[in-house]
Structures are given as C-alpha cells and as structure tokens.
C-alpha cells in the first residue's frame, strides 16, 4: 500500500507555503487547519520547520471519499 500524498498545488498546501512566506518564524502563532487527511502530514511538516509550536497547531481533517 502506498500513502498518497498532496500535489504540490493542493489548496491546503498552497496556504502554508503562503503563510510562510508572509511570516517565516511560526514560533509565537496559533494555526488552525482542516483538510482531507492525507494533506496534513506534508503541510504540518512544513509549519513545524518554520517554527510553529506542536502544541499550537490544531487540525480537523476528514477522510476523501
């Protein structure tokens, strides 16, 4: 079995590589983040290395039918 993972232009994506790049250090934010399940792992990647606190992330995700 193989993890699907996001296009590099999924929407969800997209918003973080945006955030970033508007705001490099994550460290003194709160995100809020909801999407389909197999987008958050590459998404939170990419928060977390720009410095954003685990404890400061929040994630609602669904599965894609």
Excluded: K, N, W
Aim: proline fraction near 11%; include cysteine; charged fraction near 20%.
């Amino acid at each position: 079995s193989t993890t699907a993972h996001p296009a590099p232009d999924h929407p969800q994506l997209l918003g973080a590589q945006r955030i970033v790049a508007e705001h490099p250090d994550l460290s003194r934010c709160r995100i809020y983040m909801t999407g389909p399940e197999h987008a958050v792992p590459q998404t939170r990647a990419l928060l977390l290395e720009h410095g954003l606190p685990e404890a400061q992330l929040h994630v609602d995700s669904f599965l894609r039918f």
